[in-house]
């Protein structure tokens, strides 16, 4: 078990570590690993990026390998961890899943790899030159480091030791290598050679992969992961036993391991370009339904009607309170001669009525004739009288 070593940042310690970078000094202790090619202590062919197995120690390694295996852990996959689907392009340091390990157990040796680099000054100055980080302060800088696995294929820019210097390329590293991560989630030694690691270089050609390619290799599926602009207390990486969320305290060697979810661990998110993420759909507003119309009320047919009261008269004029009395049908009226009044209306519909009856009403009656009256055009063409006595026309006219 090795001591783990916190750093704590304070202000004059930044101001001081911002004065090194200035005039050229690695600053590891303050910040995330410098980006682009002005961090490298040389520059190889950024076009020529060589193809590193897991198990491969690689080109002029610094030391001998550091890997401890897991008993319980699966061989190195093909293209990305077991039970997921690997992920590409860039993604950042902190994203939940993107290493793994082994529950409590370590992937590398990480107090081993402080003896073989501190053990020889020249080794260690150039590992300290190629990695960013003050010579004098490599053995904490080590210590200070997560000993994890690649989840996925993953683009660094390695180095060998030649000539007591570090020699610079491009390289991939298949998912399963055993890695030294630094409090930022970026990856910083590869445990196979005991060779630095930087973020790799951006190039604007094609490159091209050198090396013997594994199964399932597809330079579409290659992971470049972003270091994050904060410290990190802690990384979720995928249990390679139970493809479940652990977590695991940065610089410690996974013995306060502590499991997150039971629930099946998913790939990272990549952090696409701007000019490559889909554009968000607008959101569509809302219908806003019409307001249903009331519905009619229906009278209550059961409810009772209010009692009248038992002091209310029976006929009008009716007081407020009480119910109208019932309308009577007005009695007919009668003549003088004790018969009804004839309103126009059929007494006695029930009888039948002769028509010869109806033809002659009228005839052979007599009728009073006013004293002034013109005569009847139907009548006989005699005139009567004041005395009522016949007179003749030419009489009368006279």
Not at 4 to 19: F, I
Not at 317 to 339: H, L, W
Not at 373 to 387: I, K
Request: aromatic share 2%; hydrophobic share 30%; with cysteine.
């Amino acid at each position: 078990m090795r001591t783990t070593t916190r750093r704590r940042r304070s202000g004059a310690l930044a101001a001081l570590t911002a004065g090194l970078l200035v005039a050229g000094c690695g600053g590891d202790l303050d910040g995330p690993p410098i980006e682009g090619a002005e961090a490298h202590a040389a520059k190889g062919d950024a076009r020529e990026v060589l193809l590193q197995s897991a198990a491969a120690q690689g080109p002029d390694p610094f030391t001998p390998s550091t890997v401890k295996p897991s008993p319980d852990a699966p061989g190195p996959s093909s293209s990305a961890a077991p039970g997921t689907t690997p992920v590409t392009g860039v993604v950042s340091g902190a994203a939940p899943g993107l290493y793994a390990g082994t529950r409590s157990v370590a992937s590398c040796d990480v107090e081993r790899q402080v003896r073989l680099l501190t053990g020889d000054g020249r080794k260690a100055a150039a590992f300290a030159l190629a990695a960013g980080v003050s010579q004098t302060r490599l053995a904490p800088w080590l210590r200070g480091l997560t000993p994890v696995v690649l989840r996925s294929d993953t683009r660094v820019t390695g180095h060998g030791y030649r000539d007591d210097s570090a020699a610079e390329f491009q390289a991939v590293l298949q998912a399963g290598t055993a890695v030294l991560v630094d409090e930022y989630g970026a990856p910083r030694v590869r445990c196979a050679s005991g060779s630095p690691l930087r973020s790799p270089l951006t190039v604007e050609e094609a490159v091209v992969h050198k090396g013997h390619p594994w199964p399932g290799f597809d330079p579409g599926r290659v992971v470049t992961v972003n270091a994050t602009q904060h410290t990190l207390e802690s990384l979720l990486v995928v249990s390679v036993v139970s493809n479940t969320l652990i977590e695991r305290r940065t610089g410690t060697d996974g013995e306060a391991d502590r499991v997150v979810t039971d629930e099946p661990a998913t790939s990272p998110q990549s952090q696409q370009p701007q000019s490559e993420r889909q554009p968000q759909q607008p959101a569509q507003p809302q219908q806003r339904s019409e307001p249903a119309a009331p519905e009619p009320a229906v009278p209550d047919t059961t409810a009772s009607e209010p009692a009248a009261p038992a002091d209310c008269p029976t006929e009008p004029p009716t007081p407020p309170g009480c119910p109208a009395p019932p309308s009577v049908d007005p009695e007919p009226e009668f003549q003088a001669d004790g018969g009804p009044q004839d309103h126009g209306l059929d007494l006695h519909p029930d009888e039948e009525q002769d028509p010869e009856q109806g033809q002659g009403q009228g005839q052979g009656q007599d009728v009073e004739q006013d004293p002034g009256q013109a005569p009847d055009d139907e009548g006989d063409g005699q005139l009567m009288g004041p005395d009522n006595t016949s007179v003749e026309p030419e009489a009368y006219a006279g």
